[in-house]
């Protein structure tokens, strides 16, 4: 099989494309059963979590999202009780949000949820493993956030629990 450019593949990008795209599927899968947050709040109340408060329009920037779509999920989080609007501390006249007592309750709730079923997945693994899948997926994940000019904040380890 040649690529688009007339040229033969990499097999090892191949076979980390798609084992990627089993990886999502099969988070897409776990994350919905008996978690209280959609994909979208728990994402916007993880980032909350680490950087708060922030305006719309740094979440927008953050997400490298329309600043409509932000909003309109802000909304629906706001509505449930999970984020509020707060004047900005620093004195600017863009008001910003932050998550509530709730919101993180759930977000740790929902957390918790994922890595017990991780766990579940790795429970076989040694420690050594768990800890190099760990290192690969940060590097892997750091280098996307390189290319796309946006970097995401990591917690202390042991802070994100």
């Known amino acids: 099989m040649t690529n688009a450019h007339g040229q033969k593949p990499d097999p090892n990008l ?3 494309e798609y084992e990627l795209t089993l990886l999502s599927r099969y988070h897409a899968l776990a994350q ?3 978690l209280h947050l959609d994909r979208s709040a728990y994402l916007l109340l993880g980032r909350l979590e680490l950087e708060q408060p ?3 329009k740094e979440l927008s920037c953050a997400f490298g999202l329309d600043i409509s779509t932000i909003n309109r999920q802000i909304g629906a989080l706001r509505r449930q009780g999970l984020v509020e609007r707060v004047e900005d501390p620093d004195g600017g006249l863009a008001r910003k949000v932050r998550p509530t007592a709730s919101g ?3 977000l ?3 957390r918790e949820h994922s890595t017990a079923g991780v766990g579940k997945v790795l429970r076989d693994w ?3 493993s768990r800890r190099a899948l760990g ?3 940060r590097h892997f994940n750091q280098s996307v956030e ?14 994100h629990v």
């Open 135 to 137: 290192e690969l997926l």
């Open 104 to 106: 993180l309750a759930q």
């Open 108 to 110: 740790r709730a929902d």
């Open 126 to 128: 040694t420690p050594e």
């Open 146 to 159: 390189e290319i796309e000019g946006r970097t995401w904040p990591r917690p202390t380890p042991g802070d």
């Open 32 to 34: 919905r059963a008996d």
């Open 54 to 56: 922030m305006s719309l």
């Open 14 to 16: 191949v076979d980390v």
